[in-house]
């Protein structure tokens, strides 16, 4: 099985499995007129970090097309059809853009990607003449927005852990951490290791990502142990008797982003 390994511009891990997400780059807010010339995109390297940051950002928008239904995928993709169009329906419905851009963007091995400080969703294009790999794909990446579900709420840059322990298969937790071990992304573990859960189970991300449609996810999925007392203490959850809100600093600190 290919672990799609996502060398994110961000740095990822807490020890409450609760991500931290800080902003690629502070967003500029340019005036412009009809008078004004259109501006060329930035020149940036095939395959870097540089094309993915740019990417993300939609300041390289050429070959980044911009997929509101999965209809608009034509009629490449039909043996997992049903699923995929529930996904990307449902990521619509909770305010996901999903993108398809040229392959030039993503660094070698990497498939696609999740944004949850933006809410974007990349895949590469030329996954649409492979439907296991396509389908694979968008489970893995759609189970962050999942994360970014439980986390509070799509409307920050938080994830965390979906899938109990229990229920994340050993040797996918094992190869997980080989992999982002060998990359020096150990923190990244756990929810990797819960995303690529998801990629193997047909119907998990779409189900999942309509009850985040529905409401709060955390309402109709126990949270995994660490993720409940997150929620509980930064006041996303009522007080189960065993968890407390957290103090004002302690707020600060582990519940708005951009601190660690």
């Known amino acids: ?20 997400m800080k902003k690629l780059l502070t967003s500029l807010f340019i005036a412009a007129t009809l008078s004004l010339p259109v501006a060329a995109e930035p020149i940036v390297k095939d395959h870097s970090f540089d094309s993915l940051g740019c990417m993300i950002l939609l300041e390289c928008t050429r070959g980044v097309d911009r997929v509101k239904s999965g209809q608009d995928l034509g009629s490449k993709q039909e043996a997992y059809k049903d699923e995929y169009l529930r996904i990307i329906a449902a990521l619509e419905k909770i305010g996901v853009a999903v993108y398809i851009a040229d392959e030039r963007y ?12 933006y809410n974007r969703f990349f895949i590469r294009r030329d996954l649409l003449e492979n439907e296991r790999e396509f389908i694979k794909t968008l489970r893995h990446e759609g189970w962050h927005a999942v994360q970014d579900c439980m986390a509070g709420g799509i409307q920050n840059g ?8 229990k229920d994340i298969p050993e040797y996918i937790r094992d190869m997980t951490a080989r ?7 150990g923190a990244a573990v756990a929810w990797e290791s819960d995303a690529n859960t998801a990629k193997v189970r047909a119907g998990d991300t779409a189900n999942y990502l309509e009850m985040c449609a529905k409401g709060p996810l955390w309402e109709q999925v126990e949270p995994t142990p660490m993720t409940k007392e997150w929620l509980i203490g930064c006041g996303f959850m009522k007080s189960d008797g065993r968890h407390k809100v957290y103090s004002a600093e302690k707020k600060v600190r582990e519940c708005k982003e951009g601190n660690k």
């Open 179 to 185: 992999v982002y071990g060998l990359a020096g992304q």
């Open 1 to 20: 099985m290919l672990i799609h390994l996502h060398r994110f511009v961000y740095l990822l891990g807490t020890h409450t499995r609760i991500s931290k």
């Open 158 to 165: 938080f994830i965390a852990q979906v899938y109990q322990d």
């Open 106 to 117: 993503f660094p070698h091995n990497t498939n696609g990607i999740y944004k949850p400080d």
